[in-house]
């Protein structure tokens, strides 16, 4: 599908060049001469390289068609992570270097989305917000909290965050999963 410069939207799957890419970041610039163009930064989801392009306001580029289906997760090993079709309980794997660092933020039955592109997995995409459990984190001293300082936290998947000095050992806080940071308490 083709699409105008434009409308290139980071986390697009873009078809260019013969390979697949995947937008990063995007910038519109209006310059005083000249026409306007788009700035894009993309990385190669086969070959994991960058890109930086520039398209000119009026060029196409063809947008990737992408099957998005929900699955949820399973389990992992050494090298993949398993993911079930609610609907049919067909079973797929995905290798790790697909998921990427998103993977240690999956639990057991999340559901997720993952997008297919001519019947292969391409991207898993988490829900927005997730709950977990914070393993350790340090004392909060006294007089801390009139400042709105952050103190470091390790969740139980090992992921490293800031959290507000009210937050101790074992609290379950809500964590966004785009920025990977602290939302609420549970």
Not at 50 to 59: D, G, Y
């Amino acid at each position: 599908m083709k699409i105008n410069a434009t409308e290139i939207r980071v986390g697009m799957i873009l078809e260019y060049k013969n390979d697949l890419w995947e937008v990063l970041k995007t910038q519109h610039v209006k310059p005083g001469k000249g026409g306007a163009f788009a700035q894009i930064e993309m990385k190669s989801l086969n070959k994991n390289t960058k890109l930086n392009e520039r398209f000119r306001s009026s060029e196409t580029v063809e947008k990737a068609i992408l099957e998005e289906n929900k699955f949820n997760y399973l389990y992992e090993d050494e090298e993949n992570y398993y993911f079930m079709n609610p609907k049919d309980f067909d079973q797929i794997n995905i290798k790790k270097n697909i998921v990427g660092e998103k993977g240690r933020m999956l639990s057991e039955n999340l559901e997720v989305s993952i997008n297919f592109f001519e019947g292969n997995p391409l991207s898993v995409i988490l829900p927005n917000q997730i709950t977990s459990k914070i393993e350790s984190t340090d004392v909060a001293l006294k007089g801390q909290t009139v400042s709105s300082s952050y103190k470091p936290a390790t969740l139980v998947n090992g992921i490293n965050i800031q959290v507000p000095p009210f937050i101790e050992n074992g609290d379950e806080i809500v964590l966004d999963t785009r920025t990977i940071e602290y939302i609420k308490k549970v």
